[in-house]
């Protein structure tokens, strides 16, 4: 079983709607999480932290739920420029710096 | 301040080839990562060190693949012989120890014919 788990898509979502992404966690010792977006052929980038109380940045808004080990991230009002894959990660602890990665998830915004 | 700097940014080679990654990190992060990213597994972490010093290297495939860093801005990652299954993109990420947030240099695609 894989760390850290994504549906991998595709999702194909018309621009202004709404889209939610959900990842698991299989280590309860994880101590952070975050979301990266990557660009078709390019790095990935940090999109948000993912706090236990929620968090928003304008149209995302991310989640933890620790008791069943599941991060989401919702978009809002989404946008053809948020057409990307999105990767789900967890982060250990001080000392072990590693940051585990989902496959991830790609999203494509139709006009 | 310019970001993680990778070179090649393309390579090309014939199985059997010797393949020499570098990057430059961030000036002032004290991690560095390799990774390898595939459409069939994803981002997988390859090595990682510390202040220059390796700290787990548990994912590097095989004896193929060595990875250095002879001083804080400089790393390394090669692969003798290279083989067909070692095409992928490889990226190197920078951090600090201060947050968890690992900044990825542009990557260098490989093909390996």
């Known amino acids: 079983r894989k760390e850290v788990e994504q549906d991998p898509g595709p999702f194909n979502v018309p621009e202004g709607a709404t889209v939610a992404f959900n990842c698991t966690y299989s280590n309860s010792a994880s101590q952070s999480f975050f979301w990266y977006r990557q660009d078709c052929r390019k790095e990935p980038k940090l999109l948000m932290s993912v706090y236990s109380s929620g968090n928003e940045d304008g149209r995302f808004t991310a989640q933890l739920n620790r008791a069943s080990q599941y991060i989401s991230l919702l978009i809002r009002d989404s946008k053809l420029s948020d057409s990307a894959t999105y990767l789900c990660?967890?982060?250990?602890?001080?000392?072990?710096?590693?940051?585990?990665f989902g496959t991830g998830t790609r999203l494509t915004i139709i006009p | 301040d310019a970001g993680v700097i990778q070179s090649p940014r393309h390579e090309v080679t014939e199985m059997g080839q010797e393949v020499t990654l570098r990057c430059k990190p961030i000036s002032g992060h004290d991690y560095l990562f390799w990774y390898r990213q595939t459409m069939m597994r994803g981002l997988e972490l390859l090595i990682y060190?510390?202040?220059?010093?390796?700290?787990?290297d548990s994912g590097m495939p095989e004896d193929r693949f060595s990875a250095k860093m002879p001083n804080a801005s400089f790393s390394t990652l090669k692969i003798q012989p290279s083989e067909p299954r070692d095409s992928a993109v490889y990226f190197c990420?920078?951090?600090?120890?201060?947050?968890?947030?690992?900044?990825f240099g542009p990557g260098t695609r490989l093909t390996v014919l």
């Open positions: 060190f510390n202040n220059n010093v390796p700290i787990d």
């Open positions: 990420a920078t951090g600090t120890s201060a947050i968890p947030q690992q900044f």
């Open positions: 990660v967890a982060w250990g602890h001080f000392g072990n710096e590693k940051l585990t």
